[in-house]
């Protein structure tokens, strides 16, 4: 077998002419070159070069040569692909995220963390944190952003921030002229329009709330369509209030357990690829020191 660095040795000698430039540019002395290349011809059982001068080839030699021109690039061009996947330059990454943080969170991070990276790729799913969960969970996506839940299974989190709820309503209803914080009982008599974040929410006062309601919406401008047009109110964490209609207004409840906790998952016992742990620990750095401009209480 003839060893890759044989054949570069050879391509060298042969675009050169000569063995004293090519061992200049190889940094290897040319006693060294002139076995290397009789080792070629050892093993072919044929000259490559029709004089000791090593000036031109041989039929054979230039056989040899384009066949490991070719093979010389390839080979490069490969060892470049590896490298730049190892050192996280390259790849695919897959993410599902909740609406709120793909909207607010993630575009700002993105743009600088795809600077320096031409060949990465990013698959984005915006869904609910039931979804994201379950994405993360079959192996459809790399990392997942959602709201935490109690348990589980398969699955490892690291928690980034808390985000409070709030109560979103039309600017018009009495809702919007209470108090500047409301509590679970100011909301009986209005209907409730109860969504997939909500449904982790603790307090009593809301699931007698929450049994009441007639209609559950997971899409996050449908809800807020159905709110706009007067059919109820709805809570929503913060985040995802940063950027509501005109006709829309928010206030917070005095409850301190309706919090939303955010965490970025994986599937657990799974060794990351190299732009998976690094878009991993950036992002909740990045996430955390962006936390305080939109109300949000980071994690540590």
Request: proline residues 6%; glycine residues 6%; neutral net charge.
């Amino acid at each position: 077998m003839i060893r890759l660095e044989a054949l570069r040795a050879f391509v060298e000698v042969a675009d050169h002419g000569n063995i004293k430039d090519a061992s200049e540019k190889l940094f290897r002395t040319p006693s060294a070159l002139s076995m290397t290349l009789k080792q070629i011809e050892d093993r072919l059982g044929c000259p490559l070069f029709e004089t000791d001068r090593k000036s031109s080839l041989t039929e054979m030699g230039k056989f040899l040569y384009n066949q490991s021109v070719v093979l010389l690039r390839d080979y490069d061009r490969a060892m470049e692909r590896i490298e730049a996947q190892s050192k996280a330059r390259s790849g695919r990454l897959r993410i599902a995220s909740v609406p709120s943080v793909a909207t607010m969170l993630l575009p700002p991070f993105l743009q600088g963390f795809l600077q320096g990276r031409p060949d990465l790729d990013i698959d984005l799913v915006d869904t609910d944190s039931t979804d994201v969960r379950l994405l993360v969970e079959t192996g459809q996506v790399d990392l997942g952003i959602a709201g935490t839940a109690p348990d589980v299974p398969g699955l490892e989190c690291e928690p980034i921030f808390c985000d409070p709820f709030k109560l979103v309503c039309r600017t018009d209803s009495q809702l919007a002229d209470k108090g500047a914080v409301l509590d679970w009982s100011d909301l009986t008599g209005h209907p409730l329009i109860i969504n997939e974040a909500t449904r982790a929410l603790p307090a009593p006062e809301f699931q007698r709330l929450a049994r009441d309601a007639r209609f559950s919406v997971r899409n996050v401008t449908s809800l807020l369509a159905m709110v706009s047009a007067g059919m109820g109110i709805t809570l929503l964490p913060a985040l995802a209030t940063v950027s509501l209609a005109a006709s829309l207004t928010t206030r917070p409840l005095r409850d301190p357990a309706c919090l939303r906790t955010v965490g970025i998952f994986w599937r657990a016992g799974r060794v990351p690829s190299p732009v998976t742990g690094l878009f991993r620990s950036e992002f909740a750095a990045a996430a955390r020191a962006q936390a305080g401009q939109f109300g949000l209480q980071p994690l540590t």
